[in-house]
């Protein structure tokens, strides 16, 4: 299998996955059902949790199983430590073009975590000497 899955529920890498995904697929470490909306593709994660497929029925428990037809796991879940879309998008931007808006105010921002483009910055700006 080429895809890597982690559960959406407690981010471990879930073990022999067959797809397609069976309704009753759990996480071997929670006990979490994996063929949920929040393990989907189609999970809109910021905002109100909405399906980004305009034809899905509307599901009321995104983390509980269900049958809609659409699903497609996701690689990554839904994990926390996992980035989003935006936040990678954000990240090969700064890698490209640098991220000029945190200049200036990196003192006081030292104990804060980093975010995905402020260490794509820093590694673009160490590669290139700065």
């Known amino acids: 299998m080429s895809d890597q899955f ?3 529920h407690c981010g471990k890498v879930l073990e022999e996955i067959i797809l397609p995904m069976s309704r009753r697929e759990e996480c071997e ?3 979490a059902d994996q063929h949920v909306c929040k393990m989907c593709v189609f999970f809109n994660d910021s905002g109100r949790g909405d399906c980004k497929e305009e034809r899905a029925e509307w ?4 983390e509980r199983a269900n049958f809609c037809d659409y699903f497609k796991p996701s690689a ?3 994990a926390s430590d996992v980035p989003d879309a935006n936040e990678q998008a954000l990240a090969e931007f700064a890698e490209l073009f640098g991220d000029t808006s945190s ?3 990196e003192d006081k921002d030292k104990d804060r ?3 995905p483009a402020e260490i794509a910055e820093q590694q673009l700006r160490d590669l ?3």
């Open 59 to 62: 599901i009321s428990d995104r």
């Open 128 to 130: 290139l000497g700065e």
């Open 6 to 8: 982690i559960c959406w």
């Open 76 to 78: 990554k879940g839904a």
């Open 103 to 105: 200049t200036g105010a």
């Open 113 to 115: 975590e980093k975010t």
């Open 29 to 31: 470490a929670c006990g």
